[in-house]
């Protein structure tokens, strides 16, 4: 049973940091794509940013030299760093996993930038 679970988000100052982790369990972390999206209310989830299995990456432009995707193999754990916070980035962040051409959700984490 795959599992996902997100953590690290909170409140924070504009132009702070956070750091959101996804802790994975049940699938072979290393061999599988994974991404970062966020939802607002009444807004469609929205990508963010994603990792390949190899490593390469790629970001939205509202966050690209802002935020920064990375994976730990062995910790079987996706991160997503994010700096320099803007008030448009509060929303519900999602991580995803791509396994099997089946697309598996953590529950989300909170993150609210406001001073």
């Known amino acids: 049973q795959v599992q996902l679970v997100e953590s690290g988000g909170g409140l924070v100052q504009p132009g702070g940091s956070l750091r959101l982790s996804c802790a994975a369990s049940g699938l072979i972390f290393r061999d599988n794509y994974m991404d970062w999206a966020r939802q607002v209310p009444g807004k469609q989830r929205e990508f963010v940013a994603a990792i390949l299995s190899g490593g390469d990456t790629n970001y939205a432009e509202s966050v690209k030299g802002r935020f920064t995707i990375s994976r730990d193999n062995a910790q079987n754990t996706g991160y997503l760093q994010m700096n320099s916070l803007k008030p448009e980035d509060t929303a519900v962040y999602y991580c995803?996993?791509?396994?099997?051409?089946?697309?598996?959700w953590g529950q989300g984490t909170q993150v609210t930038v406001s001073s």
């Open positions: 995803r996993m791509r396994s099997a051409g089946v697309d598996f």
